[in-house]
């Protein structure tokens, strides 16, 4: 067996090419008709192709599944019992030939493609993959993952790398720095099989908290991706939609009691990001796993991110489930830790010296383009370099990445954190200025697009065109007849989502800052349900 033989159709040839190039680049071979000798009998060499592989990664879309050739090629390793089923994103399950659904199906999602090379893994040893799909499979196929990883590629249309972008953990631009050594402390808890000294615990959960821009998310996204390449069930847990119907609802729960009671995955870390306004759910949760059984199963981990601790404190003395979850000796609130800020000199000044470098590549392309000015290649002066080494301001990763932007751009930088939020957010308007045609400073129609992310970054975003709209209309300041006047389309360019939806301006400090600069009662009235506004409602076991 010397390589994975790829199926699909010629209409999702680029797809396929990087699917191909990601698992090469993760050490697998990998055979597509790309590699047919031009002479000979292409049937015979397929046939060969086949049987010679370890598995046969199918791509079904609407072209493959009416495919004669895809079908039996995926029906000759369905025999051979190496079927790795997938299909493109647009592509719904029901669609793939009743012949092959029998065999699990996920989407094609190049962002983490760690759940595809668990299957060829199994395929490729011998082994059949488990028949029965899981219930978070299944639940991230009709609704959502319930395990996001977090991580994106940066966006190919290089209009939507705005500045704000390069900033955000999620495309991590930036190589990721343990220098406080909180990480590796994580990941040695991830793995305990006791915690403190204490008898060997399966289920445990931990609080980390600390102000914007200390890099909570940024540390987790590193920690589930390593667990995620030791085979672990990882990743971030969104809330649920306050729309979401009961089938949803009711899949969601069945999802996480399975999850917690039993798996194939070495061991669970679930996170739970903004939790301080998810108190609902995290009690429900920790009532769950408090039902687990406690000897023989793998480990659990929930990890809770926010900005401060005292909702914690109300919520672990009222909840013995949650003080079970969260103990540890000596600890009056549980297992909780204030994230730890950069050390002085050294470790402040390498980070910045990194961004910049990772930046730099980036900001040239984009001034190919005419949407950034040409990077400066000018070092920061001395004086400057000892402000960003020592004082407290730096202390945040974030507050070195903004500064290491400015820099480039030709800026001045900022005399504390508002100050370089404020620089940040004049250079994501330069960007707009130089995407969309007309827009000039100060105009109406900037104002409009400002109040309109404003909007969208108190609800955290919008799933679709119509609840943008909608969101939008309620804002007085676009007057009694406001569809001609929302600027929806500009925005979708630069901040659209799948769907036609709007996602939230980021990293949070980057879009708090810029609602407190243009937002008013109206626009706050306009924007029911805002993410950094919710409470807790009374009645926490239905919340997941």
């Known amino acids: 067996m010397s390589h994975i033989f790829v199926s699909y159709s010629s209409r999702h040839r680029p797809l396929t090419r990087t699917l191909a190039e990601r698992l090469e680049a993760e050490g697998w071979p990998v055979w597509w008709d790309h590699a047919l000798e031009a002479y000979g009998d292409y049937e015979a060499q397929i ?5 010679d592989a370890g598995a046969l990664v199918v791509i079904w879309s609407e072209g ?8 039996v090629e995926v029906n000759r390793a369905l025999k051979q019992g190496k079927l790795v089923n997938l299909r493109a994103p647009e592509f719904v399950v029901e669609d793939v030939p009743l012949d092959f659904q029998m065999v699990h ?38 609704y959502g993952d319930l395990f996001d990883a977090k991580r994106r590629t940066r966006p190919s249309d290089i209009a939507e790398l705005t500045p704000s972008a390069l900033l955000q953990a999620r495309y991590e631009i930036v190589p990721y720095v343990d220098a406080t050594g909180m990480l590796a402390e994580m990941l040695d808890w991830c793995h305990a099989t006791g915690a403190y000294g204490e008898r060997p615990r399966t289920s445990a959960g931990r609080l980390f908290f600390g102000p914007g821009g200390l890099g909570k998310t940024r540390l987790m996204i590193e920690a589930v991706r390593r667990l995620r390449d030791e085979g672990w069930l990882a990743g971030f847990n969104p809330p649920l939609a306050p729309a979401a119907s009961e089938a949803e609802r009711q899949h969601r729960k069945l999802a996480l009691e399975q999850v917690f009671s039993h798996g194939d995955e070495p061991g669970v870390l679930m996170v739970f990001d903004y939790a301080e306004g998810r108190a609902d759910d995290v009690i429900a949760l920790g009532r769950m796993i408090s039902l687990r059984p406690r000897e023989g199963v793998r480990p659990v981990r929930l990890v809770l991110l ?18 079970v979850l969260f103990y540890r000796r000596g600890a009056r609130h549980g297992d909780t830790h204030a994230l730890a800020p950069l050390p002085l000199g050294d470790p402040r000044l390498a980070l910045f010296d990194e961004t910049r470098a990772a930046y730099r590549p980036l900001l040239e392309e984009l001034a190919a383009a005419g949407q950034f000015p040409a990077p400066l290649d000018v070092p920061l002066p001395a004086a400057r370099r000892d402000r960003l080494a020592q004082e407290a301001a730096y202390a945040r990763p974030l507050a070195l990445q903004m500064e290491a932007l400015l820099s480039l751009a030709g800026e001045g930088g ?25 827009l000039a400073a100060g105009s109406r129609k900037e104002t409009a697009m400002r109040r309109g992310i404003g909007q969208v970054t108190l609800v955290g975003g919008m799933p679709d065109r119509s609840a943008s709209t909608a969101l939008m209309a309620g804002d007085g300041h676009f007057g009694p007849r406001p569809s001609a006047d929302l600027p929806l389309a ?4 630069l901040y659209g989502l799948g769907k036609n ?3 939230a301006l980021e990293p949070d ?36």
């Not at 046939?47 to 049987?51: E, G, T």
């Not at 493959?64 to 079908?71: E, H, I, L, P, R």
């Not at 500009?490 to 360019?493: H, K, Q, S, T, V």
């Open 509 to 544: 400090l980057v879009g708090e800052h810029e609602v407190a600069s243009c937002g008013d009662d109206d626009l706050v009235a306009a924007s029911p349900g805002s993410r950094r506004c919710r409470k807790p409602t009374a009645a926490p076991a239905a919340a997941l």
């Open 490 to 493: 500009e925005l979708g360019r």
């Open 105 to 142: 199906c996920a989407a094609v999602a190049l962002d983490d493609l760690s759940p595809v090379i668990r299957t060829v893994e199994t395929v490729w040893q011998g082994r059949v993959p488990a028949g029965v799909t899981p219930f978070h499979v299944t639940h991230k196929e009709r």
């Open 501 to 503: 939806g709007l996602a």
């Open 414 to 438: 900022g005399e504390d954190i508002a100050e370089l939020l404020e620089a940040i957010l004049a250079l994501e308007r330069a960007h707009w200025r130089r995407v969309i045609d007309g």
């Open 306 to 323: 926010s900005r401060g601790d005292q909702w914690w404190q109300e919520v672990y003395r009222t909840e013995p489930e949650l003080q």
């Open 47 to 51: 046939r060969q192709a086949i049987d």
């Open 64 to 71: 493959a599944a009416q495919s004669d050739y895809v079908k």
